[in-house]
């Protein structure tokens, strides 16, 4: 997975990126982003797309990425934005806003399929980008473990809806709560399955006292 890094070097790039998002089809919460770019050798063992780690290696190769990365920004696009501009734009503005909050400004940005057109520099969009390049596979972990840390806090604030264990996911019990209690205030309205109830939330927004809580 660091083929496509080296021979990038060879051509005298330094500072490679890749950048990935996570939760783009979930229910609830928001779209996160992650960059991250290596040190100059990106062989880090254990690094794989965050889907196919379990959450314990996740949290331990994420601990990794960290402590040997040259730099790591993250971007998060809140549900009402995904309303407002759709889900691909949101991803998109969220990996743009984890290129800019890096420290170090990238040679060449690494991708999973798709270009940031609101970002001036060199993009290489890889098809599974995350399974070919190490750059993308460490943005993903990171993006992930980000994104499950908002999501379990937010199940202290929403605990019907389980959103420790589903993260926003249409899971079954996440869709039998949405059905009971309707959309909280971090569903995303635009979403199919997700639908207006007065019977736990207000459409002012208002969390309808306690019982969410």
């Known amino acids: 997975m660091s083929a496509i890094e080296r021979r990038l070097r060879e051509f005298g790039f330094r500072a490679i990126a890749g950048t990935d998002e996570v939760g783009r089809g979930c229910l609830a919460g928001p ?5 991250v770019i290596l040190d100059c050798e990106p062989t880090l063992l254990g690094v794989n797309d965050s889907k196919m780690l379990d959450g314990i290696d996740r949290v331990a ?7 040997c990365a040259r730099a790591i920004g993250v971007g998060v696009v809140e549900p009402h934005a995904i309303d407002e501009i759709n889900i691909l734009r949101a991803s998109k503005l969220a990996m743009a806003e984890a290129v800019q909050n890096l420290s170090v400004r990238p040679d060449v940005l690494l991708l999973d399929a798709v270009t940031v057109e609101s970002l001036e520099m060199p ?12 750059s ?13 840390l908002l999501m379990e806090s937010y199940h202290d604030r929403y605990p019907v809806y389980d959103f420790r264990h589903n993260r926003g996911y249409a899971t079954e019990g996440h869709q039998a709560a949405l059905k009971v209690y309707g959309p909280s205030p971090i569903h995303r309205k635009s979403f199919e399955g997700v ?18 809580r």
Do not use: N, T
Request: with cysteine; charged share 25%; glycine share 10%.
């Open 136 to 148: 993308i596979a460490a943005a993903s972990v990171v993006a992930k473990v980000y994104r499950d």
């Open 195 to 212: 639908e207006e109830s007065m019977l736990l939330f207000g459409r002012d927004g208002d969390d309808g006292g306690d019982q969410a």
């Open 123 to 134: 993009q290489i969009p890889l098809i599974e980008g995350d399974k070919r390049s190490v």
């Open 31 to 35: 779209v996160v982003a992650a960059c």
């Open 61 to 67: 190769v994420c601990r990794h990425i960290v402590a």
